[in-house]
């Protein structure tokens, strides 16, 4: 992409709390012609700097050999999303850091550069989301660990109702069960044309930064020869499950049988209706 293509640029920005499928999200727009999935775009602060973990500061695919992250450099005087597309290509960046400060930042610069900012606002039902974090933190206060997703909710609320432009409501559960209708809508909504193909995300080169282990490994296995080949790994908490897991979207119900009765009832009684509009089958 040329410098002076900057004002066809469209910035897809995800918001919500961690453990919502924006990672899956994220694959699957990657498939879209001229899309760039970045992962969480807030880790390229950490790309060559060797004071950080190895994990933060490469492409959780591929490592530090990654053909897309290993040359990149941010200039921070002008606008990221931009810099991302003359360096990879593309039209559309998509990028779930959910962070509001990163987005509001990342949004005022792309418009500034002449971009179009777009925000879709994913959310999962709480109790899969806690279920998730308890599952890789088990030594964590469970009761913070709601009232964490319960902020992080409510500050994904106020910066989507305060947005100035485009923007999207999406439920992962919707996405995980209705894929191509899902699909079909976010191609409405970004103006783009529906591509089938974005569904089957493990079939499209993925080189994200951060993001969930589990749904990079699957796309692994499609992107390499051998899935032990690339950089991100499943602990054991997550080994069986994504092992097993198919070469497609399916919806995760893992706290259905997961999550205790006790956690469960706590997060009846501190979240349950904060919940209420967030809830999945019973």
Not at 202 to 214: F, I, K, R, V, Y
Request: charged share 25%; with cysteine; hydrophobic share 35%.
């Amino acid at each position: 992409m040329d410098m002076h293509d900057e004002t066809r640029l469209k910035g897809v920005m995800i918001c919500g709390a961690g453990h919502s499928g924006s990672t899956l999200l994220g694959m699957i727009l990657n498939g879209l012609p001229g899309a760039f999935y970045v992962g969480e775009g807030g880790k390229i602060r950490y790309l060559h700097d060797e004071k950080k973990p190895l994990r933060k500061r490469v492409c959780k695919i591929c490592g530090e050999a990654c053909e897309v992250w290993s040359r990149f450099h941010w200039d921070r005087s002008r606008a990221l999303y931009p810099q991302i597309a003359v360096h990879t290509g593309a039209s559309v960046i998509v990028d779930s850091t959910k962070d509001p400060a990163w987005i509001t930042e990342r949004a005022g610069e792309l418009s500034d550069a002449g971009g179009q900012p777009y925000l879709i606002f994913l959310t999962r039902d709480g109790r899969a989301v806690i279920n998730s974090r308890l599952r890789k933190y088990p030594d964590r206060d469970p009761a913070g660990q709601i009232e964490d997703w319960m902020s992080q909710i409510s500050r994904s609320e106020a910066l989507f109702e305060g947005f100035d432009g485009p923007k999207l409501r999406l439920r992962y559960e919707e996405l995980a069960t209705e894929p191509q209708a899902t699909a079909r809508a976010l191609c409405a909504f970004l103006g783009l044309p529906f591509d089938a193909a974005m569904l089957r995300f493990h079939e499209t080169p993925q080189h994200p930064l951060g993001g969930n282990s589990g749904t990079q490994y699957v796309a692994a296995r499609g992107q390499l020869k051998d899935p032990e080949d690339a950089f991100v790994t499943l602990t054991d908490r997550t080994r069986g499950y994504y092992e097993k897991h198919p070469d497609a979207i399916r919806l995760d119900l893992r706290w259905k049988r997961e999550l205790s009765d006790a956690h469960a009832a706590l997060f009846e009684t501190v979240a349950g209706d904060f919940n209420q509009p967030l809830k999945w089958g019973e």
